[in-house]
Structures are given as C-alpha cells and as structure tokens.
C-alpha cells in the first residue's frame, strides 16, 4: 500500500512571503499522480495542484508550483507571495492510476499580517 | 462551472440508525467516490463505483455501508446501523476518467448521538 507523509503538522508564513509543505510517499508503482488539496475552514476539498508521474517538469499554477523528485519520492508545494486567503490545511494525495486518492495527514498553514 | 453537490449539509442522527446520504455527482463524470474525514484526521477513502458497481473499497467499508446511483443523477451511501465512531465530514467525489481530477463536493457533515 502506498503512503504519504507530511513532516509538517502546522506552519506559520508572513503575508506577501514564500513558504513550501513538504510530502514525501511510498510506491513502487510507475504510473501515478499526485496532488495538493487545500481545505480551508469551510472543510471544502479544493484542488490546488496535479502532476503527473511520467512528466519530468514541474506543475505550476499562478502562485503555486511543486518540486517534484521521482527518485527521491518528494513532492513538495511552494507558495509564492502569500495570502491571508491561503491559511488552510493543505492535503498532498497520491494517486495509483486509476485508483482512489490516499491523502497526507496534512499540514495547517496560517498567514499572518 | 459545473460542480458536485451533496445532501443535507449536516446531519445528527441517534447511534443505531440508518443514514442515506445523498450526492449528484457531475453530469458527464463515470466515476464516483465517497471518503471521510473524523474531525482532525486526514480524509479517507471508503469506496468507488463505476458502471453501476463497486471497482474498489477500503476496509472501513464493511457491511454496515452500501452505495448506490439509484437513478441517473443520485449516487447515495447508506450506513446501515450508525455508530459513534462514524461521526465525521462524509465527501462525495467525481471524475470524468481515471486520472482525472476529482472534483469533491462540500460535504456531510453527520453527528452520531
């Protein structure tokens, strides 16, 4: 069975600044994708992120982006020019293809002022 | 923008009894899921359906929990006899194909008593 570690239970960033969540998994599958969700407290699941196992180039999108390193089974969010609206808990997820989502425990971001 | 929807928002209901929770899934998604979050833990799979069947289940999923897409728009899941321990934010999930995005809805939250 896969799993995915989050190290960081909590995180704190300064608005305008950059942070990175970090993830690693176990697999020894060859085709997968991984994901960021953030769950703000809403409790709404939002997907912030995907990247396919087989690309070799980084996901990007607007202020978020991830370092993805097969070898090393890293998969780590960077998010650039932080937001008050970004304080959430951020969920990386590992997917088998054509199988179910299996989520991190997660790590809680907040942005302070 | 299209989006999954589920009912109610929030539901309590007394220890022994049967829950249905409902969702409608994206009109043109095939494949369906529900995962749970207990408050403060990280979300968890339950179940897939495709083509009017389970195609895979996690070992929460035990005999108390059935799934079903009655008619061509409602995919339920139905806890037979409901325990404490069962209490948690019920998401339901949809994707076009495998590896796709799943889009989550906003979730149930159900309070056993």
């Known amino acids: 069975a896969q799993t995915v570690t989050q190290s960081q239970p909590e995180m704190s960033v300064q608005e305008a600044e950059t942070v990175t969540l970090s993830c690693t998994y176990d697999t020894s599958e060859n085709n997968y994708y991984l994901f960021w969700y953030k769950q703000p407290p809403s409790r709404q699941m939002i997907l912030v992120i995907r990247?396919?196992?087989?690309?070799?180039q980084n996901a990007t999108e607007n202020r978020f982006s991830v370092n993805f390193q097969k070898a090393a089974k890293s998969f780590s969010l960077k998010i650039s020019d932080s937001q008050l609206g970004d304080t959430a808990m951020y969920f990386c997820?590992?997917?088998?293809?054509?199988?179910?989502?299996?989520f991190g425990k997660g790590t809680s971001l907040l942005v302070t002022p | 923008e299209p989006e999954v929807t589920q009912t109610p928002s929030h539901q309590v209901t007394q220890m022994g009894q049967e829950v249905i929770l409902r969702c409608v899934p994206i009109?043109?998604?095939?494949?369906f899921y529900w995962y749970r979050q207990i408050l403060g833990q990280k979300v968890e799979f339950l179940v897939s359906?495709?083509?009017?069947?389970?195609?895979?289940k996690s070992e929460i999923f035990d005999d108390q929990f059935s799934v079903e897409r009655p008619d061509g728009s409602n995919f339920t899941l139905k806890i037979r006899s409901t325990k404490l321990e069962d209490s948690a934010m019920y998401f339901c999930?949809?994707?076009?194909?495998?590896?796709?995005?799943?889009?989550f809805g906003p979730g149930t939250r159900l309070t056993v008593t």
């Open positions: 990247q396919e196992a087989y690309k070799q």
């Open positions: 009109s043109n998604h095939l494949y």
């Open positions: 359906f495709y083509n009017n069947e389970i195609s895979e």
């Open positions: 999930a949809s994707t076009i194909g495998t590896g796709g995005e799943q889009y």
């Open positions: 997820a590992f997917m088998k293809f054509g199988y179910a989502l299996n």
